[in-house]
């Protein structure tokens, strides 16, 4: 069974930082590429990062580019998202994602329960 | 960006009656060189992530009840519940992954009549 597990969220001031991780389990993780994807309270789904099987590629949104980093680590099944310098609007549930093929594009086929991030002084 | 737009924002349908949302990009998501549509149609239930529904525009994931379909080519895209129950009670978002960034519509909220 396709497994994946965020942690890492929580209360966080404005201008700080914070590292999430995602535990992948119950299948190849190395085959898939993988994302990010978050929601604010009560608002919709907004895609935030990807990054491909063998971390080749990677994408980010504008709104966290140059802020958020993108990483995976084959041996320990995770995926990874370091946030700096976060900001009020970057509060949200972050939600990983896998995306069903391994380099090129393709629907989110499993997700996470999410981890809460709040940025709040 | 390709912006996706949702209509309606919320609909309520009676038990055993058909639900249909539609879903319009701002521009095309048909790649030619595989003629393939790059459309997903995904279902949050209250107080979970995102289930994968429909991708490829029309092509029903693994495990979904035959009642979701999808249809629509080009910019225009429809999801269909053919027969409402009460487990369908949810937000139906829209996805284009065409192009970086992927975007979602805003969500079509069903609610039983």
């Known amino acids: 069974e396709v497994q994946l597990v965020e942690s890492g969220g929580g209360l966080v001031q404005p201008g700080g930082s914070l590292r999430l991780s995602c535990a992948a389990s119950?299948?190849?993780?190395?085959?898939?590429?993988m994302n990010w994807v978050r929601q604010a309270p009560g608002k919709g789904l907004e895609w935030v990062s990807y990054?491909?099987?063998?971390?080749?590629?990677?994408y980010y949104a504008d709104s966290v580019k140059g802020r958020f980093t993108i990483s995976r680590d084959k041996a320990k099944n995770s995926l990874y998202l370091q946030m700096n310098s976060l900001r009020a609007e970057d509060t949200a549930v972050y939600y990983c994602?896998?995306?069903?093929?391994?380099?090129?594009?393709?629907?989110?086929?499993?997700w996470g329960q999410g981890t809460l991030v709040t940025v709040s002084s | 960006d390709i912006v996706m737009t949702q209509s309606p924002d919320s609909l309520a349908v009676s038990l055993g009656e058909r639900a249909t949302i539609n879903c319009k990009s701002s521009?095309?998501?048909?790649?030619?060189?595989?003629?393939?549509?790059?459309l997903a149609w995904y279902q949050q239930r209250p107080g979970q992530p995102p289930k994968l529904l429909i991708y490829?525009?029309?092509t029903r994931e693994s495990g979904v009840p035959d009642r979701f379909s999808g249809s629509g080519s080009g910019t225009d895209f429809t999801l269909t519940i053919s027969s409402l129950q009460a487990e369908d009670v949810s937000i139906y978002y829209c996805?284009?992954?065409?192009?970086?960034?992927?975007?979602f519509g805003q969500g079509t909220r069903v609610e039983i009549k």
């Open positions: 994602a896998r995306g069903r093929y391994s380099s090129s594009s393709g629907p989110l086929d499993y």
């Open positions: 490829w525009a029309s």
């Open positions: 990054i491909s099987s063998s971390s080749s590629t990677i």
């Open positions: 996805q284009q992954y065409y192009s970086t960034p992927w975007t």
């Open positions: 521009q095309s998501v048909l790649y030619s060189s595989n003629n393939k549509t790059y």
């Open positions: 119950g299948f190849t993780f190395s085959s898939y590429s």
